[in-house]
T-cell receptor, first 114, second 114 residues
Framework: AQSVTQLGSHVSVSEGALVLLRCNYS??????LFWYVQYPNQGLQLLLK??????LVKGINGFEAEFKKSETSFHLTKPSAHMSDAAEYFC????????????FGKGTRLHILP | EPEVTQTPSHQVTQMGQEVILRCVPI?????FYWYRQILGQKVEFLVS????????KSEIFDDQFSVERPDGSNFTLKIRSTKLEDSAMYFC????????????FGPGTRLTVL
């Protein structure tokens, strides 16, 4: 069985500060890991994905995440927050078969303080 | 850029009524999915569909639910007799099924059952 746990349903950071959104996963098979972002009234957009190549994954909008097998973590970071980063962020896991379902975490709402 | 589209954006229905949620996946994609998100909860997998049949379905996807690809472009989710607890945001997704099988999500349909 697979699952993800996101620590913190709400995170607030000041504009220009480091963004750190935490995600831990559980998987009985080597996983694929994802971060999705959802802006208000929009669908889910893929930020980045880990697919067993490089452990440090770079995504869009300056975000990156590091896969740490020993810690079963896949935390999302961005060095300097921007007001436009305010959104809901979902960590997700899937198996490696081409039609495997995605299992989502509960999401973390990121607030950017001016 | 190709995208997944969903209609309607918001559907209000009375309990016990049938609803059909519509999705147009990306044109060359082969795998199709429905997910839902009850307000304040995580995004949950409902069903995956490939080659005109269901690949996998969750416990949520009971006999009240059905999916269909009636033509070469649409992918529909039908709820035969809606319940109050079916109120949620329903997301359609599609993937090409190659490599990582990245799923592209539509903007969602908000279903409200009164």
């Amino acid at each position: 069985a697979q699952s993800v746990t996101q620590l913190g349903s709400h995170v607030s950071v000041s504009e220009g500060a480091l963004v750190l959104l935490r995600c831990n996963y559980s998987s009985s098979v080597p996983p694929y890991l994802f971060w999705y972002v959802q802006y208000p009234n929009q669908g889910l957009q893929l930020l980045l994905k880990y697919t067993s190549a490089a452990t440090l994954v770079k995504g869009i909008n300056g975000f990156e995440a590091e896969f740490k097998k020993s810690e079963t973590s896949f935390h999302l970071t961005k060095p300097s927050a921007h007001m436009s980063d305010a959104a809901e962020y979902f960590c997700a896991v899937s198996g490696t078969n081409r039609d495997d379902k995605i299992i989502f975490g509960k999401g973390t709402r990121l607030h950017i303080l001016p | 850029e190709p995208e997944v589209t969903q209609t309607p954006s918001h559907q209000v229905t009375q309990m016990g009524q049938e609803v059909i949620l519509r999705c147009v996946p990306i044109s060359n994609h082969l795998y199709f999915y429905w997910y839902r998100q009850i307000l304040g909860q995580k995004v949950e997998f409902l069903v995956s569909f490939y080659n005109n049949e269901i690949s996998e379905k969750s416990e949520i996807f009971d006999d009240q639910f059905s999916v269909e690809r009636p033509d070469g472009s649409n992918f529909t989710l039908k709820i035969r007799s809606t319940k109050l607890e079916d109120s949620a945001m329903y997301f359609c997704a599609s993937s090409a099924g190659q490599g990582i099988g990245e799923q592209f999500f539509g903007p969602g349909t908000r279903l409200t059952v009164l």
